[in-house]
């Protein structure tokens, strides 16, 4: 989830499994709206600055809490993710770059969207790792800073964040900062504005929300993204929303 540049490879990988067909291998069309798996709803659309749209939805043979999310740029699905109702990050499939990572068990201080909304901080130490072994070792906070806005109706409370990760040697991999928004309603954290830094550099992103729509509202289960795609050269991956890049 990073404003890294990426090469779009239009392949489902293992991410097939959870997604059945419902993710198209081109450019959506005029229209065209997101359906989820078969026993999935759709409650969530969320066009944001920087040329993206995320597609949220839940279903029924998951654990309670459970969410999904799919991300589409101009070239069609590139990103997909499972959290949990403490928002932590249980899988990821990035079809960019065509690997699936899951969350390591015992995390010494796993992630807590209770605590957030209780202590209004969180601190979060855990690792992630890919089907190879890839481990990824990640520490960091979010925040509430007391900044609320309202997009379509819908309250948002504004955090702020720090999140660095390293490999299985120590060595960082990246560092990234900023602030996002978050849903107490749906135990949701959704992208903002802030800097992502590896071995490329430090860049800045902004993927705030700009519209959010619900069942029977207009955009509702979009796959085009509608914002910022004129000044957009290549298209970017998602920085990090929440302890656990959901």
């Keep these: 989830m990073a404003e890294r540049k990426i090469t779009m490879?239009?392949?489902?990988?293992?991410?097939?499994?959870?997604?059945g067909a419902a993710l198209p291998l081109r450019p959506a069309l005029a229209g065209?709206?997101?359906?989820?798996?078969?026993?999935?709803?759709?409650?969530?659309?969320?066009?944001?600055?920087?040329?993206?749209?995320s597609n949220?939805?839940?279903?029924?043979?998951?654990?309670?809490?459970?969410?999904?999310?799919?991300?589409?740029?101009q070239n069609g699905?590139?990103?997909?993710?499972?959290?949990?109702?403490?928002?932590?990050?249980i899988e990821t499939y990035?079809?960019?770059?065509?690997?699936?990572?899951?969350?390591?068990?015992?995390?010494?201080?796993?992630?807590?969207?209770?605590?957030?909304?209780?202590?209004?901080?969180?601190?979060?130490?855990?690792?992630?790792?890919?089907?190879?072994?890839?481990?990824?070792?990640?520490t960091g906070?979010?925040?509430?800073?007391?900044?609320?806005?309202?997009?379509?109706?819908?309250?948002?409370?504004q955090s702020e964040f720090d999140t660095t990760a390293k490999d299985d040697k120590g060595n960082q991999v990246w560092h990234s900062k900023g602030h996002e928004w978050i849903s107490r309603n749906w135990r949701l954290f959704l992208a903002g504005a802030g800097t992502w830094e590896d071995e490329t550099g430090k860049t800045?992103?902004?993927?705030?929300?700009?519209?959010m729509s619900q069942p029977g509202q207009k955009g509702f289960g979009s796959m085009t993204p509608e914002f910022d795609c004129n000044s957009v050269e290549s298209q970017l991956v998602l920085p990090p929303q929440g302890p656990v890049f959901q």
């Design 56 to 73: 949220h939805y839940t279903c029924s043979a998951d654990p309670k809490g459970d969410k999904w999310r799919v991300d589409f740029n």
């Design 32 to 53: 065209e709206t997101f359906t989820p798996p078969k026993g999935c709803s759709l409650f969530l659309t969320v066009q944001m600055h920087g040329c993206l749209v």
């Design 141 to 157: 906070y979010d925040k509430l800073t007391g900044v609320k806005r309202v997009v379509n109706g819908v309250t948002l409370e």
């Design 94 to 138: 990035d079809l960019a770059a065509g690997t699936h990572e899951t969350l390591r068990p015992h995390a010494p201080n796993p992630a807590s969207f209770s605590e957030l909304l209780a202590k209004g901080i969180d601190s979060y130490d855990f690792s992630t790792a890919t089907d190879q072994g890839k481990v990824t070792h990640v």
């Design 9 to 19: 490879r239009l392949m489902l990988l293992a991410a097939g499994v959870a997604l």
């Design 204 to 211: 800045p992103f902004d993927n705030s929300p700009v519209v």
């Design 77 to 89: 699905p590139f990103f997909v993710s499972k959290i949990d109702t403490e928002t932590q990050w």
